[in-house]
């Protein structure tokens, strides 16, 4: 049995550059243990495997070990393959579906792709017992990447 596998440069318009990402274009259902055996052999950190769903395709990302919910490298990775292979059409929009949700990517008219992908609202917490310690605080919450302290 053969498939089509590739190796793609994310994030990048340079050979050799950016974050590395497999893609395998299935013809049929695959186990997960085949998929993270060939994400395995292909040793990258995400190994992205398509299956045509009607007029979407079903997206699993692997590692060399599990499988994981979401990966933009190999989503982009992913879309760039089926406009570059003739799967889509130029402009079409790729469609996935996916662990988290549904995925889609287009092209953009600066030859780049854009990428949509689900809204997680955030909302503050308190710290973790003994964080703001280590950290030298007296009081924070914790919101997204950044501390906002009671300290002035």
């Known amino acids: ?16 550059a950016g974050n590395p990402a497999g893609v395998v274009l299935l013809d049929a259902p695959k186990s997960a243990d085949w998929m993270k055996g060939v994400a395995r052999e292909m040793n990258l950190s995400e190994t992205a495997f ?7 395709y079903r997206l699993r990302w692997f590692t060399p070990t599990v499988e994981v919910t979401l990966c933009g490298h190999a989503t982009l990775a ?23 949700g549904r995925l889609t990517a287009r092209q953009l008219p600066d030859g780049w792709i854009g990428l949509d992908f689900p809204a ?31 300290q002035k």
């Open 50 to 56: 398509l299956l045509p769903e009607g007029e979407s």
């Open 1 to 16: 049995m053969s498939l089509p596998l590739f190796q793609v440069d994310a994030f990048t318009s340079r050979p050799f």
């Open 78 to 100: 992913s879309a760039h393959i089926l406009w570059e292979q003739g799967r889509l059409e130029a402009g079409q929009t790729a469609r996935f579906e996916t662990l988290s």
């Open 120 to 150: 997680r609202l955030t909302e503050p917490v308190s710290a973790p017992d003994g964080l703001l310690a280590a950290l030298g605080l007296d009081n924070a919450l914790y919101i997204g990447r950044y501390f906002s302290t009671g």
